[in-house]
């Protein structure tokens, strides 16, 4: 006869603690472990389709995502997401520019989510980036109902900050996100603080942090452009703008990213 080994209550418990609730996690049908990152698939609603299709793209019935976790990531608890935007040239997507920011966001506790279609777009539009960046969200909050409440940054580098910029404003307006920070790096433009006077989300987003991340030696988004913006912004009424400089060109510096996360949570208290 076999012999079966006796596992006391303490044991049982030991292992459940290891294995965190005794299941596994998911999300749309796919894994989620903290310290890792998934990509999932995703139905776009019809409202999102149409938002989409502006300016003669294509209608989109799939959008695609990946999210980054943080070590330790429980979907029963508050994390905030970050958010990111690429800029259009050379054919780039959120979903490439979201590795850049894994590492930064892993050691401050943040979700990186970047998004994308299954197709190409005619147009590589703001609509376009809202259309599958607001179904995403949709499809996050369908399994995990608890993250309409967590808070969320928006990050870019170059033409991506112009649309992190935009983007936020407008999810803003529509109430859908409760914006916790604007990250933008090598920004020579300033459409944030344009399109806070276009769709006027309230004055609570007026509030809330923006940290410009610029190169001392950047010929793109030049230092004079970025005091630019900063003067820019502070006209508009936000109150709490920080230019950092690095000593760099037209780069991400992912210490800033770092320092940036940690100046949102600290103002946030959350």
């Given at each position: 006869m076999a012999k079966f080994a006796r596992y006391t209550p303490a044991l049982v418990l030991f292992w459940l603690c290891l294995s965190g609730t005794g299941h596994a996690v998911t999300l749309a049908g796919k894994q989620v472990q903290g310290g890792a990152s998934v990509e999932i698939q995703f139905p776009v609603p019809k409202y999102f389709q149409s938002v989409a299709a502006q300016g003669g793209n294509p209608v989109v019935q799939t959008g695609r995502a990946v999210l980054m976790f943080p070590p330790g990531f429980d979907p029963s608890r508050s994390w905030p997401?970050?958010?990111?935007?690429?800029?259009?040239?050379?054919?780039?997507?959120?979903?490439?520019?979201?590795?850049?920011?894994?590492?930064?966001?892993?050691?401050e506790g943040w979700?990186?989510?970047?998004?994308?279609?299954?197709?190409?777009?005619?147009?590589d539009s703001t609509q376009w980036?809202?259309?599958?960046?607001?179904?995403a969200l949709e499809a996050i909050r369908k399994d995990w109902p608890q993250s309409a409440k967590w808070p969320v940054a928006f990050a870019g580098f170059s033409g991506g900050s112009k649309r992190s910029g935009i983007v936020g404003v407008m999810l803003a307006k529509s109430g859908s996100v409760g914006v916790c920070g604007f990250f933008l790096s090598g920004i020579n433009e300033d459409r944030l603080g344009e399109s806070y006077r276009t769709y006027q989300p309230g004055r609570g987003l007026l509030e809330v942090p923006v940290w410009l991340s610029s190169g001392s030696s950047d010929p793109v988004a030049t230092p004079a452009s970025h005091n630019l913006v900063k003067a820019?912004?502070?006209r508009t009424g936000f109150k709490?703008?920080?230019?950092e400089r690095f000593d760099g060109g037209h780069q991400l510096k992912m210490s800033e990213v770092q320092r940036a996360l940690h100046w949102f949570r600290e103002l946030g208290r959350f």
């Open positions: 997401i970050l958010i990111v935007s690429s800029t259009s040239d050379f054919n780039r997507t959120s979903i490439m520019d979201a590795e850049w920011y894994r590492k930064p966001a892993n050691a979700v990186v989510l970047g998004t994308d279609a299954t197709v190409s777009p005619r147009l980036r809202l259309g599958m960046l607001g179904a820019s912004l502070e709490r703008v920080r230019l």
